[in-house]
């Protein structure tokens, strides 16, 4: 597998999937827009307004997404 982090630190108000390494070993992955990415944190906020901080030396990889599809009239 190959995994690649094409956004950095100039990135912010970016729209992003970041997969992160977690304490036991796994991965998990985040999607939301970029906040901030600064020393040595990076802060994803997600659709629902919560706020996700990941230690950078946890990326494993970040890439852009495009936006959400319009949500469809009920």
């Given at each position: 597998m ?6 950095g630190?100039?990135d912010?108000?970016?729209r ?6 977690l ?6 992955d985040?999607?939301?827009?970029l ?30 997404i ?9």
């Amino acid at each position: 597998m190959r995994f690649t982090r094409d956004v950095g630190p100039g990135d912010s108000s970016v729209r992003i999937s970041l997969r992160r390494r977690l304490p036991d070993g796994g991965y998990g992955d985040v999607l939301g827009d970029l906040e901030s990415w600064s020393d040595g944190v990076v802060v994803i906020v997600r659709r629902d307004g919560s706020q996700v901080t990941v230690a950078e030396e946890d990326v494993v990889a970040a890439k852009r997404i495009p936006p959400p599809p319009p949500r469809r009239p009920r």
